[in-house]
């Protein structure tokens, strides 16, 4: 099968006649189930060190899966200026995540919110559901139910308004992420939030790196940040039958690729990248781990609950990509896989890559780190983009753990079990989510 060549940009995409600008990236921050912290999270990928293990956050003795990555031992002081800690009560889990995962993305940028431009400091992030806490409504709907009929919207009413603690609703609210990370960061360019269940942590990537690329901005913290590890949401789940039963060792349950894998598990965390102008990086000497050159978004239309068998949105989203990025498929030296640990998902990605890289599919290196820190959903391409981001700088690609039992149908090189010392230019990321999306981001090293 010869790959496919995709030179040039797709008709409309940008202004016509508008000069685009270079996006780099200068700051990383991670929030992981296996590290806190772009150098920890590093180390531990590197070193195959998984976040999966028994679900302390509530008792899950009684549910079909007991597993999960949590974030252990997680603290948000540092990243709460004393005026913001009212704020505290009304944040969700998710939101603490980004917070943190901006804060630690500026500081490494070495940017100082305080002497730049607060206007041309933008903020996209990609999440999803925010799960409901239930003990904090339990009362309520316990005091509506009867044996009966069940829940009654006339005895909710009755109990009025002051049966619920003040702005209640804004910790489930899906832009409060990005909301609050632009009040802490004093960010007053543009604030997005993108839901493409697993694409938007990629999709915010993208975006926040076409917001500088068409002058819309001159900084950018994007990624995402998500929580569900919930004991309604983990249920729903279960009940799909997305979720691992895992029957053997926590750390050995997530194994994409794998030919005994039978599902992912559900993992939280935030990842933030600070995009920035090329030319201000430069002029003021910044680090720069990589160069964002493009993205790709398409959608299957398919089916809502498994994806195209014959790949063809993940191709057309892989595609699109490197044609922004002005690539040809031989060019990519390694690809972040979605790599979800599913029957399903993982065929249709590896039949992806060969249908994008032909021939060159099977030397080309790809490897999940989903592996390690389970599927962090609205927040697991951003996660996945720092990863990249780091592969590039590094020369490094992590690999696929629990590689132990080959799949004759998954036979690309997925970098089993121990990480590898590679030259890598240039590097693409896949994320494809539920309901069809798509996802696709591309990244060159600065010596490319």
Not at 112 to 130: A, C, F, P, S
Not at 153 to 165: D, F, I, N, T, W
């Amino acid at each position: 099968m010869a790959p496919v060549h995709v030179l040039g940009r797709r008709p409309g995409n940008h202004l016509a006649g508008q000069t685009m600008r270079r996006v780099v990236v200068s700051g990383l921050g991670v929030v992981a189930p296996n590290g806190f912290g772009k150098n920890a999270f590093w180390e531990a990928c590197v070193e195959g060190v998984s976040g999966v293990g028994p679900i302390r956050s509530f008792d899950a003795s009684e549910h079909p899966t007991k597993v999960a990555a949590e974030v252990p031992d997680f603290d948000l002081t540092p990243f709460m200026p004393g005026e913001h800690r009212k704020c505290a009560r009304i944040l969700g889990r998710a939101s603490r995540f980004g917070i943190a995962a901006a804060g630690l993305a500026m500081t490494d940028s070495g940017l100082d919110k305080n002497r730049i431009d607060q206007e041309r400091l933008g903020v996209v992030m990609g999440t999803g559901m925010v799960p409901i806490d239930l003990p904090e409504i339990s009362s309520l709907l316990a005091g509506a139910c009867t044996h009966s009929d069940g829940l009654k919207a006339q005895e909710l009413g009755k109990r009025g308004p002051r049966s619920m603690v003040p702005l209640w609703i804004l910790k489930y609210l899906p832009n409060m992420i990005a909301a609050h990370i632009s009040l802490m960061q004093g960010a007053k360019g543009p604030n997005n939030t993108i839901t493409t269940a697993c694409a938007a942590g990629t999709q915010a990537v993208g975006e926040g790196f076409r917001l500088i690329q068409r002058g819309d901005a001159d900084y950018v913290l994007a990624g995402g940040a998500d929580s569900r590890i919930d004991p309604l949401l983990m249920l729903a789940y279960s009940s799909l039958g997305a979720l691992s039963p895992a029957r053997r060792d926590a750390c050995e349950v997530s194994r994409p690729f794998d030919a005994e894998r039978d599902g992912f598990v559900l993992g939280e965390g935030a990842g933030v990248l600070m995009l920035e102008d090329y030319e201000h990086a430069r002029q003021r000497g910044a680090r720069i781990y990589a160069e964002v050159l493009g993205l790709g978004s398409s959608f299957d239309a398919y089916a809502i609950t498994k994806p195209d068998p014959e790949a063809g949105g993940a191709v057309r989203a892989i595609q699109w990509a490197l044609r922004e990025a002005k690539l040809n498929a031989s060019d990519i030296d390694y690809v972040n896989a979605h790599g979800t640990s599913t029957r399903l998902n993982d065929l249709m990605e590896t039949m992806a890559i060969k249908r994008v890289f032909g021939e060159n599919a099977r030397g080309l290196p790809m490897s999940s780190i989903k592996s390690m820190i389970g599927h962090l959903i609205g927040a697991a391409g951003a996660v996945e983009a720092v990863a990249m981001a780091l592969s590039l700088y590094k020369g490094v690609a992590p690999p696929t753990i629990n590689q132990t039992k080959r799949d004759p149908q998954c036979d690309l090189d997925y970098v089993p079990n121990s990480a590898r010392d590679i030259v890598i230019k240039r590097a693409i990321s896949t994320s494809f989510g539920f309901g069809g999306q798509n996802a696709a981001l591309v990244m060159s090293s600065m010596a490319a």
